[in-house]
């Protein structure tokens, strides 16, 4: 079993930066693709990113220039740096972990078995 642990979010102004961190408990994260996702209030659930094992990178239209996915295998962590944020950024961010399997697709939430708590980014106009 793979729990997940988010931390970094907060109450920021436009423009501001934010880095995200997610943190397994019980495993090691290396051969796991880590996505991170977020859920805005009364909204669906939205892909942000992803990275898979070996550091290739995917990101949504909404995010992409802004938005940056790395992994510290060392240090077991993997990281959402979030800059230039918007208002429309405002959401409980939520970091989830999968091994590949066939028929996997990365951008959707029903892929992953393992998820975090979530961590809320709040961005002021």
């Known amino acids: 079993q793979v729990q997940l642990v988010e931390s970094g979010g907060g109450l920021v102004q436009a423009g501001a930066s934010l880095r995200l961190s997610c943190e397994p408990s019980g495993r090691a994260l290396s051969n796991y693709v880590m996505s991170w996702f977020r859920q805005a209030p009364g909204k669906e659930r939205d892909f942000v990113g992803t990275?898979?094992?070996?550091?290739?990178?995917a990101y949504a239209d909404s995010v992409k220039g802004r938005f940056t996915i790395s992994r510290d295998n060392a240090k077991n962590t993997v990281y959402l740096q979030m800059n230039n944020l918007k208002p429309e950024d405002t959401a409980v961010y939520y970091c989830?972990?999968?091994?590949?399997?066939?028929?996997?697709?990365?951008?959707?939430?029903?892929?992953?078995?393992?998820w975090g708590q979530g961590t809320q980014v709040t961005v002021s106009s």
């Open positions: 989830a972990a999968s091994t590949p399997y066939r028929g996997f697709d990365y951008m959707d939430g029903s892929s992953y078995p393992y």
């Open positions: 990275i898979t094992s070996g550091s290739t990178t």
